[in-house]
């Protein structure tokens, strides 16, 4: 099956190198790079890194669009150039790329494959709670139980992906990717994944929660 | 407040509001029709609220006491409809520009 890892990239020129060198040194698969439309030095500093090597592929936004939308032109463009399954992984390094392996393995059994950390007290209280309260409301609304809702490691193959096919641009999407799963029945896997909190800052923040909030009774609407 | 300072507001929040839309109508931000829609609104509201009782016999057929009263069921539904129509425009233009964003970058390839 030919696998790309996609990742994201928003203003992260101090970790996206770093993080697309950790991925190469765990897989030898093609990686798409999509810079959405960073105000920092994020796209030329990769472009640079990266001019010789042919299995990382660099696109960019001219202006900011939100991780969903680039995902999305990720994953258009991995299908463009034959591709059967996508994983995404973050470009801050809070997802640890040596799980690609298993989430390769994984894609070979299922569909869809989600990471999940441990919601254990480690994880700051608001985060835990949060993901656990949207985890229970999610799981009674589109009966789907998912073990971190708010995850953004995870992988699909294209077969499903007109059944997941997402709206959101910003966060949220990995909650109406979870929605969609659960409203069509799809068979996915989860993989445990460490915990790393690399800016408090920078994820999901209580407002994009509320957001996600306010989305959900849409979602369910249009189940 | 009484009547008299409410009205005085009222006038002095359509005196600016008919100034920014002529500035943006002098800037060519806004067509003749939209300028000329906005204003003869303007008028209506600043007719209202001067005299106001010349919508007493409405009250009674809605049952309602006061002009104030009128005029905030009148405003939010306004708002509503404005903010049902701002929110459908705003997600089209989200949709066509995400397309076009994506378009650009697949052909710089």
């Known amino acids: ?25 765990e897989v030898n698969i093609s990686i798409i790079v999509i810079d959405d439309g960073s105000t920092d030095n994020s796209y030329e500093m990769i ?10 592929i660099i696109y960019d936004h001219v202006i900011n669009l ?25 470009a801050d390094g809070q997802h640890n790329p040596k799980y690609l392996p298993k989430f390769i393995e994984e894609l070979e059994k299922y569909p869809i494959v989600f990471g999940y950390r441990p919601l254990d007290k480690k994880s700051p209280w608001i985060r835990r709670n949060g993901n656990k ?35 959101s641009n910003r966060y949220g999407i990995e909650t109406e990717m979870a929605t969609r799963v659960g409203k069509n029945k799809i068979p996915f896997s989860e993989v445990k994944i460490d915990t790393i ?6 994820g999901v923040t209580i407002f994009d929660a509320f957001k996600i909030l306010v989305k959900i009774p849409f979602w369910y609407i249009n189940k | 407040m009484n009547i008299i300072t409410l009205q005085i507001v009222l006038l002095a929040f359509a005196i600016l509001m008919v100034y920014s839309l002529f500035l943006h109508w002098k800037k060519k931000d806004i067509s003749n029709n939209l300028f000329f829609f906005w204003v003869f609104i303007f008028l209506v509201f600043v007719f209202i609220a001067v005299f106001p009782k010349i919508l007493e016999p409405l009250l009674k057929e809605l049952f309602l006491v006061r002009v104030m009263d009128l005029g905030m069921i009148g405003t939010f539904m306004i708002l509503t409809y404005v903010t049902i129509e701002n ?22 390839k």
């Open chain 1, 47 to 56: 472009k640079d890194e990266f001019k010789t090597d042919k299995r990382v």
């Open chain 1, 133 to 167: 309260f949207a985890g229970w409301l999610i799981g009674v609304l589109f009966n789907v139980k998912r073990k971190d809702l708010l995850c953004g490691f995870l992988g699909f193959r294209k077969d499903v992906y007109k059944k997941i096919n997402w709206k």
């Open chain 1, 197 to 202: 909190y690399i800016d408090k800052y920078k």
């Open chain 1, 1 to 25: 099956m030919k696998i790309f890892v996609i990742v994201p990239v928003y203003n992260e020129e101090d970790r996206a190198i770093e993080t697309i060198n950790a991925i190469l040194s």
């Open chain 2, 87 to 108: 929110n459908i425009k705003i997600k089209n233009l989200e949709t066509k520009i995400e397309k076009l964003v994506r378009r650009i970058a697949l052909k710089k």
């Open chain 1, 66 to 90: 939100g991780k969903g939308a680039a995902m999305k032109t990720g994953m258009k463009i991995a299908w463009k150039m034959g591709g059967e399954a996508v994983i995404f992984i973050d």
